[in-house]
């Protein structure tokens, strides 16, 4: 595994700029080399997510201008401090509203919408039992 991905479960439901800047430096204690992403749902979570050096930077379930804010709080932070995470949009994002995802200046897009919507297929591989003779 090359990526840590630090999600809700492992931060609490009410996350904490001190509980952030553990699990990250946790993170990076326990696997060394690893890049360590964090999961974001709002923007107070992104300022703890910089404050704590994430290296990737997944914003969850957000609007485009929501999206779009936290773009620009992490490039006014990447100004004060020569360092920018990767940032991804995810959770809900249609080919409807791919554009927009993509005008707020993300370097990547999740979408589950070609796994969604393609059909379940039931494969089986029945093989004839082998007759093999006896020594």
Known sequence: MDH?????SRTAATRSRRVT???????????PGRTVHVECETL?????SLEAGADALLLDNMTPAQVSACVDEVRAH??????????????GITLA????????????????????AAPALD???????AEIPCC
């Open 4 to 8: 840590e991905i630090i999600g809700p």
């Open 21 to 31: 800047v553990e699990v990250v430096k946790s993170s990076r204690s326990r696997w």
């Open 44 to 48: 107070d979570q992104v300022h703890q």
């Open 78 to 91: 990447a100004a004060r401090h020569g360092v920018r995470p990767l940032v991804e949009a995810s959770g």
């Open 97 to 116: 509203v791919v554009a927009e995802y993509a005008a707020t200046g993300v370097e990547c897009i999740s979408s589950g919408v070609l796994t969604n």
């Open 123 to 129: 494969v089986d591989l029945d093989l004839p039992k």
